[in-house]
């Protein structure tokens, strides 16, 4: 049967992601502790693929995804899921608001509900949690310290909790985007409306590096829609650039740039083109699109043939 791991435990906002991108409807559902867990599950084989989380339109990037998908054995995206982020507030059976005095959750969690608090709960202490969902599956077993738990509200059927308030949150607007990773296959065919991920080593750090990256893409007309720097472990001012790009690897402006990052790059590790959640589609100005790519090709060969 076909298995998919997530960042758990059973009712985390990561596990509804995941329900909402399956690529096979009933595929067995795996958590696992931690993103590094899921993403060596997937790796060995012990699961098909693995969904983890990779920014948060609040807190921004999660570094510990990025910093994985960038080293190791290769994996590649095949889908993104959009999650839109809405907590609750759960206790058990008989606790009331006035009750609480320690709440658990995900540092995440905890930096997007501090208004909330300030306003709702000033005496309530916050306790870090591994996940939203682990802050209420201690509730629930009994082993937790804490009196309540700010959690997605799957949390509240999955653990029985009650739910002592809902829209805990500081912005309406909030979500994570995931992604589905799995072993290196080949791309799906390309839709129109692609992205594609990539992780750029500069080698060592010298005076125009960040510039020969985006030339790359900007003489073919390729947008980015997220690159954002971490540090490769070897040692200050050694970098690497995450990237995501409008456009699939099968696009000419896009395989072009591959070509050309490969070349200016001291290496480039390619995650994955896959379908874009938002439908969005490319602006190609004159002169970068595929026909325009083979008609330039066309003519470069009946100038080498002497057919000018």
Not at 22 to 34: C, Q, R, S
Not at 156 to 174: F, Q
Request: proline residues 7%; charged residues 20%; contains cysteine.
């Amino acid at each position: 049967m076909t298995s998919y791991g997530y960042l758990g435990p059973a009712g985390t906002f990561s596990e509804a992601a995941l329900i909402s991108c399956l690529p096979e409807p009933d595929a067995d559902l795996v958590p696992y502790a931690t993103v590094p867990g899921a993403l060596a599950a997937a790796r060995s084989g012990e699961v098909d693929g693995a969904l983890v989380p990779l920014e948060n339109s609040v807190e921004g990037s999660v570094a510990q995804t990025l910093d994985e998908l960038a080293t190791g054995t290769p994996l590649v995206v095949i889908r993104e899921a959009h999650q839109p982020v809405s907590f609750v507030l759960l206790a058990r059976s008989g606790v009331t608001l006035a009750d609480i005095r320690s709440v658990a959750t995900h540092p995440h969690a905890e930096a997007q509900t501090r208004g909330w608090f300030a306003a709702n709960l000033p005496q309530a202490t916050v306790v870090p949690a591994t996940s939203t969902a682990a802050a209420a599956a201690a509730l629930a077993d009994g082993s937790a310290t804490w009196d309540a738990a700010v959690s997605a509200p799957i949390a509240a059927e999955v653990y029985g909790l009650a739910v002592l308030a809902t829209e805990v949150g500081d912005n309406p607007a909030a979500e994570t985007r995931f992604v589905l990773v799995t072993r290196p296959v080949a791309p799906q065919p390309a839709t129109g409306s692609d992205k594609t991920s990539l992780v750029l080593y500069i080698g060592q750090d010298h005076p125009g590096a960040l510039l020969e990256i985006l030339t790359e893409f900007a003489v073919r007309g390729v947008n980015l829609t997220r690159i954002e720097s971490r540090p490769t472990g070897g040692g200050i001012g050694d970098y690497l650039f995450s990237v995501d790009i409008e456009g699939h690897v099968d696009d000419a402006r896009v395989g072009e740039s591959l070509m050309g990052l490969r070349r200016v790059c001291a290496d480039v590790r390619y995650l994955g083109s896959y379908p874009r959640v938002d439908g969005g589609r490319p602006l190609l100005r004159r002169g970068v699109s595929d026909p325009d790519y083979h008609d330039a090709q066309a003519w470069l060969t009946r100038v080498r043939d002497g057919r000018t």
